[in-house]
């Protein structure tokens, strides 16, 4: 990842605050997340899988703003949907934050969300 100043926000805090387009009323919607990063791209997963709303936000407008702290950074929002690659994204969230957790929070993982990092 580059040395930026919302990478190096991403190493202290275990969650981001993410900013969709609503698809239907077209206003700026914020919520927290937990994500894990990969080299250059940060994962997302969302609670209710594809059924969540900020993900079929960004599947309308798939673009995205992402906040660590006072770190900002807006990329294109890429939906994962093979099985075989949203369950790595899966594992890796349960490496950061726990299998038990994870299987509590997340109780739908059919998707998951790629976002280039830097």
């Known amino acids: 990842m580059a040395d930026t100043a919302f990478g190096k926000a991403l190493e202290n805090t275990r969650e981001v605050e993410i900013t969709t387009t609503g698809r239907k009323t077209g206003r700026q919607i914020s919520l927290p997340v937990w994500f894990v990063l990969r080299g250059d791209k940060l994962y997302l997963l969302p609670v209710r899988g ?41 594992e890796a969230f349960r490496g950061k934050y726990g299998a038990h957790d994870v299987q509590a929070y997340y109780p739908e993982t059919d998707v998951a969300v790629e976002v280039p990092a830097d």
């Open 50 to 90: 594809s059924k969540s709303d900020w993900y079929q936000n960004l599947r309308k407008t798939p673009s995205i703003r992402l906040a660590a702290g006072p770190a900002e950074h807006t990329a294109p929002a890429t939906p994962v949907t093979d099985p075989a690659q949203v369950e790595t994204v899966v």
